[in-house]
C-alpha cells in the first residue's frame, strides 16, 4: 500500500522568495500538471483560496505529492507571510525534511530566519534554494556568506552557477564522481577516516563518500545549497535530486500501534469537517473506531483519502508515512494525537499571536452566528484564540497581524456570509509575581458550601511558563477535587492583578479542606480563583512586555540616524557591523514599537534600509509603563460580589 520510497518535504520562505512558483514548476518538472500557473495571474495550483488567488500570496499550507525517478515526495506549500506562521508551525510536526527558499537579491530576510530556527530545532534535514539569481542585484556569493554568517553553518554549494552575463543560466555539479579529490578534501573537515586517507593520498570509493555525505546532512552538518531561478525552471530538476538525495524518509513501520497527527481541519461545504493527518506508525481502515489521545474520545472513520500522485484518491485504508483526509471525525482539533503519541514529533511553536482585536458584527441580529463560526474557526486554527465574553457580549481574537484580519474578514464573508467589524488591535501584555505569596480562602459561607484551600506562589524565570503542583495526598483531599482545583488555576491566571494572563510561576497547593456534608461538586471550582487573588495581591505582579528581535541593514551615511530612532523607542543593540558602505545593526526592541517602524524605516531612507523581526519572548517592561486591562467578569478579589456571580444570583 505504502508507496517504496516516500518522503514528507516542506517548502518554507519568506513572503515573496518565489517558493509558490518553486512549488509550480517542480509539478511541471514531475508532469503532475500540464501548464504552468503563476502566482501573478492566480492560476498557482496550490493557491486555491479565493483570497489567496486575489491577492497572489499563500495563506494555508497545501499539501500535494508528485514522483520524480523512483521517489514519491509529499511536498507541502507553506505561507511565507508572518502572520500565518500557525500555518507552518503544523505543517513542521509531520515533515521528514525541509527546503527553505532564499532570495538572491534579499538575502536571508525576518520569516527565513525565523524558520531556520524552527528546523534547527526539530533536528530536521534542511536544503536551501536559491532563488532569483537571475534577478537585477542578485548576488549568490553573498547569500553564500550570509547563510554561513548568520546561521553559523557548512554550505555545500551543489552546483557551479554561468551564464549570468548572457541571461543564458547554467548549472554545472560541483560533486561528481570524477572530483573525488574535491569531496575528499570538504568531508575531510568531518570525518577521520576520510581525513586519514586524503593525508596518505588515498583514494576512497565514491559511494563511501557520498555515505559519509549524507550522514554529516542528516546530522545537519552540513547544508547543500542550490541555486536557480524557479520562473525560467532553472534549477528545479536538481532541487528534485537533492531532496530524493540529501532527505531520508522516516522509519515508517505500519506493523506498530496507530500514531498519526491532525495538522489541518478544514470545512467543506458538501462533507462537512475534514480532519488532514500524517500516519507515522499503524494503519487506518474506514469505519476504525479511532481513539482521540488529546480529547480522550473515539469516532468512527467514514472516509479516507490518501495523497497520491494526482491529488486526493479515496481509499479502503492508509498505512504509516501516508498523508490522509479522514471524515467523520467530527469533533477533531488541529494538533489532536491519533492512537498514541509514541511516533508523534514534539510541537514547535513558531510564533505567539501578539496582538489583540474585537471583533463585531455589522448587523447586531447577527452577534450569535459570528460567536458561532469563530469558534468553527477556532476548531481549525487553535493560533486564533477567540474568546466570546457572554457577560458583556465581546468576542476578542488573538492575531499575528493585521494581514490576518484581512483574510479573516474575506472568510466570514464568503463562507459564512458575515460582514463584520475589527476595532483597533492592541497590544497582548503578560504579568509575573514580583516575589512569593500565599494565597489563602475559606469558602464556608453562605451554606451551602465548603471549600479551603492555600496555596504557594512563587516567581520563575523568564519564559518558564506556568507550573503547577499538589502537596496534599488524596485522603486530604479527594481526587475529584483535587482535579476540579488544578483545572480552575490557569483559569484563574487568565486575569491577573493588572488584568493581564500571568506567566513565569509556580503554584503549590500546600493544604486544603473539604467537609462530608456541607461540599459541593462546584465549590472547588469557585474557590481557586479567590485564592489565587488573594496571593497575587501579596506578592505583588509586574508587567511583562513582548519584544522582537532586530536586525537592520542601512547605508553607512544614515547609520547614526538609526540607532538614534532606535534609542528613542527603547531598542537595546550590540555595537553595529560595517560590510562594505552597508551597517548591520541586531539587537531587540519592544513589540509596540516594532509594529510601525518598518515601514516607517523604508519611508525615512528611500527603500534603502531594511528591517527584519522575529518574536523574543516577554521581558519586564519599565516601572514607568503601566499598561492594565479592563476585567471581565467579576474580580474575585471583591469575595461577595464575586460569589453571587458565581452561584449565577447577581442581580444585574
Same mark, same amino acid.
Given at each position: 500500500m505504502k508507496p517504496p520510497n516516500v518522503r514528507s518535504v516542506g517548502l518554507l520562505a519568506h513572503v515573496d522568495a518565489g517558493k509558490t512558483t518553486v512549488t509550480e514548476q517542480i509539478l511541471f518538472r514531475t508532469k503532475t500538471i500540464r501548464r504552468l500557473g503563476r502566482v501573478d495571474d492566480g492560476t498557482a495550483q496550490t493557491d486555491f483560496l479565493p483570497i489567496e488567488r486575489q491577492r497572489g500570496i499563500s495563506v494555508q499550507a497545501a499539501p500535494i505529492a508528485v514522483e520524480w525517478k523512483d521517489t514519491t515526495i509529499h511536498l507541502i506549500d507553506t505561507p511565507g507571510h508572518m502572520d500565518f506562521a500557525a500555518e507552518v508551525e503544523r505543517s513542521l510536526q509531520v515533515l521528514d525534511g525541509a527546503v527553505l527558499v532564499v532570495s538572491a537579491v534579499e538575502g536571508i530576510q525576518a520569516h527565513t530566519d525565523t524558520l531556520w530556527h524552527a528546523v534547527d530545532t526539530l533536528d530536521l534535514p534542511r536544503l536551501i534554494f536559491i532563488n532569483k539569481i537571475d534577478r537585477a542585484g542578485a548576488d549568490v556569493d553573498a547569500c553564500l556568506r550570509e547563510i554561513k554568517e548568520r546561521w553559523h553553518t557548512t554550505v555545500l554549494p551543489t552546483h557551479a552557477v554561468g551564464g549570468l552575463e548572457t541571461g543564458s543560466l547554467t548549472l554545472t555539479p560541483r560533486w561528481q564522481p570524477h572530483q573525488l579529490d574535491a569531496l575528499m578534501e570538504f568531508l575531510a573537515d568531518f570525518d577521520d577516516d576520510v581525513l586519514e586517507a586524503f593525508l596518505n593520498e588515498t583514494k576512497l570509493p565514491y559511494h563511501q563518500l557520498e555515505t559519509i555525505l549524507r550522514n554529516q546532512v542528516e546530522r545537519h552538518l552540513v547544508v547543500p545549497v542550490l541555486a536557480g531561478c524557479a520562473l525560467q525552471g532553472v534549477g528545479i530538476p536538481e532541487l528534485l535530486d537533492a531532496i530524493c538525495r540529501f532527505v531520508t524518509p522516516a522509519a515508517h513501520n505500519s506493523d506498530d500501534k496507530l500514531s498519526a497527527l491532525i495538522y489541518q481541519v478544514r470545512h467543506d461545504p458538501r462533507r462537512g469537517r475534514l480532519s488532514h493527518a500524517r500516519v507515522f506508525s499503524g494503519t487506518i481502515a474506514s469505519r476504525d473506531v479511532l481513539h482521540n489521545v488529546t480529547q480522550d474520545a473515539s469516532a468512527s472513520v467514514t472516509q479516507i483519502e490518501r495523497l497520491q500522485s494526482g491529488g486526493w484518491k479515496e481509499s479502503a485504508s492508509a498505512a504509516a508515512g501516508d498523508m490522509v483526509i479522514l471524515q467523520g471525525l467530527r469533533d477533531a482539533h488541529v494538533g489532536d494525537v491519533l492512537g498514541s503519541t509514541a511516533h508523534v514529533p514534539r510541537p514547535?511553536? @513558531?510564533?505567539?499571536? +501578539? #496582538?489583540?482585536?474585537?471583533?463585531?458584527?455589522?448587523?447586531?441580529?447577527?452577534?450569535?452566528l459570528l460567536a458561532r463560526a469563530l469558534?468553527?474557526?477556532d476548531a481549525e486554527d487553535p493560533r486564533l484564540t477567540f474568546t466570546w465574553h457572554k457577560d458583556s457580549q465581546e468576542l476578542v481574537l488573538s492575531i499575528m497581524g493585521p494581514m490576518q484580519l484581512e483574510i479573516l474578514r474575506s472568510v466570514l464573508e464568503s463562507r459564512f456570509q458575515l460582514q463584520v467589524d475589527?476595532?483597533?488591535?492592541?497590544?497582548?501584555?503578560?504579568?509575573?509575581?514580583?516575589?512569593?505569596?500565599?494565597?489563602?480562602?475559606?469558602?464556608?459561607?453562605?451554606?451551602?458550601?465548603?471549600?479551603?484551600?492555600?496555596?504557594?506562589?512563587?516567581?520563575l524565570s523568564q519564559g518558564s511558563g506556568f507550573v503547577y503542583e499538589s502537596q496534599v495526598n488524596f485522603d486530604t483531599l479527594p481526587r475529584r477535587y483535587q482535579r476540579q482545583t488544578e483545572a480552575a488555576v490557569?483559569?484563574? @491566571?487568565?486575569?491577573? +492583578? #493588572?488584568g493581564w494572563e500571568v506567566t513565569d510561576l509556580k503554584v503549590t497547593l500546600i493544604d486544603a479542606e473539604y467537609h462530608i456534608e456541607h461540599t459541593h461538586s462546584p465549590d472547588f471550582t469557585v474557590a481557586p480563583p479567590m485564592a489565587i487573588m488573594d496571593g497575587l495581591s501579596r506578592a505583588g505582579t509586574r508587567l511583562l512586555e513582548p519584544r522582537q528581535f532586530f536586525h537592520i541593514k542601512a547605508p553607512t551615511d544614515v547609520s547614526g540616524r538609526v540607532l538614534h530612532d532606535l534609542a528613542q523607542r527603547r531598542a537595546e543593540f550590540e555595537n553595529p557591523t560595517v560590510k562594505g558602505d552597508t551597517v548591520h545593526i541586531e539587537g531587540a526592541i519592544p513589540a509596540e514599537e516594532a509594529l510601525e517602524y518598518p515601514m516607517e524605516l523604508a519611508a525615512k531612507y528611500g527603500g534603502q534600509a531594511s528591517m527584519n523581526t522575529r518574536f523574543a519572548g516577554y521581558f519586564p517592561a519599565p516601572t514607568s509603563l503601566q499598561v492594565s486591562r479592563k476585567r471581565r467578569g467579576v474580580n474575585p478579589l471583591d469575595r461577595a460580589k464575586y460569589i453571587l456571580a458565581a452561584r449565577s444570583a447577581l442581580e444585574t
Open positions: 514547535y511553536s @513558531l510564533a505567539i499571536p +501578539l #496582538l489583540s482585536v474585537q471583533v463585531h458584527p455589522a448587523a447586531n441580529e447577527d452577534f450569535l469558534q468553527e474557526l475589527f476595532g483597533t488591535p492592541s497590544i497582548i501584555y503578560r504579568e509575573t509575581p514580583v516575589q512569593e505569596g500565599i494565597g489563602r480562602v475559606r469558602y464556608t459561607m453562605p451554606k451551602p458550601c465548603w471549600a479551603c484551600l492555600d496555596f504557594a506562589i512563587k516567581p490557569p483559569k484563574a @491566571l487568565e486575569q491577573g +492583578l #493588572l
